[in-house]
């Protein structure tokens, strides 16, 4: 009570909190917490969530139920993740010098062979080239005034709305969508002119290829689990990695296997927090830079991560102190996104492409395909057939879990 630095024992490891207990940001109590759900994850992901995906996708792959895949066979980006230690930024390139999961990249063609399949880079330069990351608006309900099918880069972007017609209906009220014009509140995300899919299902094809190819050197702890796991699960499949990964059941794996990843992650990050605190480092935030008369009056920015859904980056732009354009470029952007009229569709109409339906009045298989993704959208589907007939309309409430409402 009395001593001012306690010691305490937590999950076997002494250490030593200099803060106020109580109402602190981090006091025992919570970290506690922390270190029982992490454990508790790590429990759920090994012993159920994992073991029952597997079992259940080792069925379709022995019915051969390997479609879906769309855009992974061809193209698929990550940005990297986990940064080991605190980075100065990221467009000097540190952040990406410093990644326990080198994801960093695009990998073209993976469904014609791991080791043939096509390696490039993501490093800072391609956050400065107009010509690396772009989005255009050519079937997107926005307009660039005076170009309106041009490929923005970021910090160029606007986002002016202009929601026009459905091709039969009204506004308010959609019979078909025009496909020809603009039918999507998405823009299209393009990589060097092209699409890409992103999520856990890229982050693991690009991670296992460039480790295959040897490209990477020695692999980080995390980088060799995820070699592992994907060659356990090939194993298992007995068939070849690029005929089961890039695949709705691979798309579905994948973010099984990474988040059990992401549990033994957790575990090692929440472990060198304690050994900070145990060395007597309790800071809780940087106020370095938290003075605005220090920041500059011109400056142009950007974060990236991998987010759970995929490769997210936020771009900012300065002007006289204050922000004068701010884009963000998120997962469910880069996938659903509508068809660009040169580079193609992106990876939910790729995937939809790909998947064959028994029944044409039950497209079960187009839900399952879409759902893959963990869309971050408006939570239904609405399916119709050729006529433009609405044959289904699948929603997924909080509350209720799934259901189809006829």
């Known amino acids: 009570?009395?001593?001012?630095?306690?010691?305490?024992?937590?999950?076997?490891?002494?250490c030593s909190i200099s803060m106020e207990d109580g109402n602190a940001p981090i006091?025992?109590?919570?970290?506690?917490?922390?270190?029982?759900?992490?454990?508790?994850?790590r429990h759920m992901m090994n012993d159920y969530y994992l073991p029952d995906v597997l079992a259940i996708g080792h069925l379709y792959v022995k019915n051969g139920y390997v479609s879906g895949g769309g855009l992974a066979k061809e193209r698929v980006l990550g940005f990297g993740m986990f940064p080991e230690e605190p980075f100065s930024?990221?467009?000097?390139?540190?952040?990406?010098?410093?990644?326990?999961?080198?994801?960093?990249?695009?990998?073209?063609?993976?469904?014609g062979g791991v080791m043939q399949a096509k390696v490039y880079d993501?490093?800072?330069?391609?956050?400065?080239?107009?010509?690396?990351?772009?989005?255009?608006?050519?079937?997107?309900?926005?307009?660039?005034?005076?170009?309106?099918?041009?490929?923005?880069?970021?910090?160029?972007?606007?986002?002016?709305?202009?929601?026009?017609?459905?091709?039969?209906g009204t506004k308010t009220e959609w019979k078909a969508l025009n496909e020809q014009g603009k039918y999507s509140w998405l823009k299209t995300p393009k990589w060097r002119g092209k699409l890409c899919e992103v999520g856990p299902l890229a982050r693991y094809i690009v991670l296992y290829t460039k480790a295959k190819q040897g490209l990477l050197g020695e692999l980080t702890w995390a980088e060799k689990i995820i070699v592992d796991q994907i060659d356990a699960v090939t194993n298992v499949l007995g068939v070849p990695v690029e005929a089961w990964l890039p695949s709705t059941v691979?798309?579905?794996?994948?973010r099984a296997l990474e988040?059990?990843?992401?549990?033994?992650?957790?575990?090692?990050?929440?472990?060198?927090?304690?050994?900070?605190?145990?060395?007597?480092?309790t800071r809780v935030v940087n106020n370095d830079k938290w003075d605005p008369s220090t920041w500059p009056k011109e400056a142009k920015g950007v974060g990236l991560y991998e987010a759970p859904r995929g490769a997210?980056?936020?771009?900012?732009?300065?002007?006289?102190?204050?922000?004068?354009?701010?884009?963000?470029?998120?997962?469910?952007?880069w996938n659903a996104c509508p068809r660009d009229d040169k580079a193609g569709q992106g990876a939910y109409e790729k995937s939809m492409m790909d998947t064959p339906v028994k029944i044409a009045d039950k497209p079960l298989e187009i839900v399952k395909a879409i759902r893959s993704f963990d869309p971050c959208m408006a939570c239904s589907t609405?399916?119709?057939?050729?006529?433009?007939?609405?044959?289904?309309?699948?929603?997924?409430?909080?509350?209720?879990?799934v259901r189809v409402d006829e």
């Open 382 to 401: 609405h399916l119709f057939n050729a006529k433009g007939e609405k044959i289904r309309v699948v929603t997924t409430d909080p509350y209720a879990g």
């Open 122 to 168: 993501f490093k800072m330069e391609d956050l400065n080239d107009p010509e690396g990351i772009s989005e255009s608006v050519e079937h997107a309900w926005y307009e660039y005034p005076g170009q309106e099918n041009a490929s923005l880069h970021p910090w160029e972007g606007v986002t002016k709305p202009h929601y026009t017609e459905p091709k039969e």
């Open 89 to 111: 930024g990221t467009s000097n390139g540190d952040f990406f010098s410093t990644l326990l999961v080198r994801c960093n990249g695009v990998v073209e063609n993976f469904a």
């Open 27 to 41: 006091n025992t109590a919570r970290l506690a917490i922390v270190d029982r759900s992490i454990n508790q994850a």
């Open 250 to 254: 691979g798309r579905t794996a994948a």
């Open 1 to 14: 009570g009395k001593n001012p630095h306690p010691h305490y024992v937590l999950g076997g490891m002494p």
């Open 259 to 281: 988040a059990q990843l992401q549990a033994e992650l957790s575990k090692y990050f929440f472990d060198k927090l304690v050994a900070n605190i145990k060395s007597g480092d």
């Open 312 to 333: 997210l980056s936020h771009w900012v732009v300065i002007k006289d102190g204050k922000i004068a354009n701010y884009q963000a470029v998120v997962p469910t952007t």
